[in-house]
């Protein structure tokens, strides 16, 4: 008798110390969910919106909502000869910003006119002026972007955007 006593308290303890290993392993486990709902809810509400309305900012003042981006069809155009004496080719993609409606619907009308101030431009130009010097794309997008503008007899183009860029 006085085993099975001794086996049952061994039992009985046994059970209130997964019971308590199990309450210990809740309790962690809700802290831990806790702690981390309120980690991010304070890191969000202090950290999140003060970086997402900064950039908000800085996209709005440079661009606004009359602007509409007109995008022309590919181009593949023999570039001048390089010193080497190689024609090298360019395979362009871009975009024209109109300053509103209007100007994108003249933009879309006047492809040709487009189209044939970007062939003329880029057939003057080497590979190394556009890859090896400093600014080589922004100069080439100022580059069309005037070009365009004579051309047309008006600012049709208020940006230059190239989305797609190789020289072979």
Same mark, same amino acid.
């Given at each position: ?9 061994q039992v009985i303890e046994k059970k209130?110390?997964?019971?308590? &290993? ?6 962690? /486990? ?9 980690? *991010? ?14 950039? *908000?900012?800085?996209v709005e003042q440079k661009y606004n ?6 995008? &022309? ?5 023999? &570039? ?41 431009? /880029? ?7 556009? &890859? ?7 100069? /080439?997008?100022?580059? /069309? ?24």
């Amino acid at each position: 008798m006085i085993m099975e006593d001794q086996v049952d308290e061994q039992v009985i303890e046994k059970k209130k110390d997964k019971n308590r &290993l199990m309450m210990l392993i809740i309790l962690v /486990l809700v802290v831990g969910v806790i702690s981390g709902a309120a980690g *991010t809810f304070i890191g969000n509400h202090f950290f999140g919106k003060v970086q997402g309305s900064q950039t *908000t900012k800085e996209v709005e003042q440079k661009y606004n909502d009359n602007e509409i981006s007109v995008p &022309l069809e590919e181009f593949l155009i023999n &570039l001048a000869k390089s010193d080497n004496g190689e024609t090298p080719y360019i395979k362009i993609e871009m975009s024209l910003l109109t300053a509103n409606k209007k100007n994108a619907e003249t933009a879309k009308a006047s492809q040709d006119l487009v189209r044939d101030s970007v062939i003329n431009l /880029l057939r003057q130009k080497q590979a190394n002026s556009i &890859l090896n010097e400093e600014d080589g794309v922004n100069k /080439l997008k100022e580059s /069309l972007k005037k070009q365009i503008n004579e051309d047309y007899g008006s600012e049709l183009a208020r940006e230059v955007f190239i989305t797609n860029l190789v020289i072979q």
